[in-house]
């Protein structure tokens, strides 16, 4: 079996869609070579979470490797790969798998253009260390020749009316009139990507997106990656799908998306919110939504009144 036409769910103006229930490494082995433009997953991190089985870090990565082979082998020449890590801890010990991820990639022979952070304000707390509050995008191109829409994701200029004051073009604006080219860490603030970090909330509780995965892709990470490094009409794939975030992502911006997930109950989820999607009923959160800050009045951001009682600060 191969990816075509055939296999995949017509939607509006032309786009498809798919989930394929099933083993990662299995179904990439049916695909085409060269066909999707933008490959963007967030893998099994190894932590003993209900679908995987955890092993040492040394099994774990050559499992990962086998898929990783043929990640490389279906990416058009002109193609992106996005690889989306936290940590893996053993017995207090922290792995950070980014680090890891990297030889592997450029073993076979992608190079990686940026390392991008991506941080969120919640998470676990941890109490032998520092709360972690960030996981690293590796985006990596098969070629040098790749697909980079910067105009799609520039921010707007700080100081616009700047003008070059030397040099051949002495007088001239120095700027772009679409804006900057936004930095490897990303802060969504008020209505644009600006300097500090890619400040996207994780889907916990009380997320739009919430369902009962525990590890759930946030769509507007998903946006900014099909966005920048894919054409319209372009093919995505997630072969660690879940339920189904990464593909939603590319439908929303006319993007053909194709998820391969293990678990039938994600993949039950993944096609009801695809359906949902088209239907214009899926809750989604807005690219570049502000994220709530409580008021100084609000109950939640003052100080409790048996804390005030504590000497927090005696020497």
């Not at 989306?84 to 450029?106: A, C, M, R, S, T």
């Not at 919430?210 to 769509?219: M, V």
């Amino acid at each position: 079996m191969t990816v075509n036409d055939a296999l995949f769910d017509y939607i509006s103006e032309g786009i498809y869609r798919q989930i394929e229930e099933g083993d990662s490494l299995t179904k990439l082995r049916g695909f085409d070579t060269g066909k999707f433009e933008l490959i963007l997953t967030s893998p099994p991190y190894n932590i003993g979470k209900a679908y995987e089985v955890k092993t040492t870090i040394e099994s774990y990565l050559e499992t990962q490797e086998e898929i990783i082979i043929e990640l490389v082998r279906v990416l058009s020449d002109n193609g992106s790969l996005c690889w989306q890590v936290g940590n893996y801890v053993d017995k207090g010990e922290v792995f950070p798998l980014d680090i890891y991820y990297y030889h592997i990639f450029k073993k076979h022979g992608l190079k990686l253009r940026n390392r991008i952070i991506w941080h969120f304000g919640h998470g676990l707390h941890a109490s032998n260390r520092f709360s972690g509050r960030y996981e690293t995008i590796l985006w990596f191109t098969k070629s040098d020749d790749y697909i980079f829409n910067l105009d799609k994701v520039r921010i707007p200029s700080k100081y616009p009316g700047k003008r070059h004051f030397k040099g051949p073009k002495k007088g001239e604006i120095s700027g772009n009139p679409l804006g900057k080219n936004p930095s490897d860490i990303w802060e969504i603030l008020e209505s644009d990507w600006d300097s500090a970090m890619w400040n996207i909330p994780n889907v916990k509780s009380n997320h739009p997106e919430k369902t009962e995965h525990p590890c759930q892709f946030p769509i507007e990470l998903v946006e900014r990656c099909v966005l920048a490094l894919t054409h319209e009409g372009g093919w995505v794939l997630d072969p660690f799908a879940g339920v189904g975030s990464t593909i939603i992502g590319a439908i929303k911006n006319g993007r053909n998306g194709v998820g391969i997930e293990k678990e039938p109950a994600y993949c039950e989820i993944a096609r009801q919110r695809l359906n949902l999607l088209n239907e214009g009923l899926l809750k989604t959160r807005p690219i570049n939504k502000p994220i709530h800050q409580p008021a100084l009045h609000d109950k939640v951001a003052q100080m409790p009144k048996e804390w005030k009682q504590l000497d927090l600060y005696k020497p």
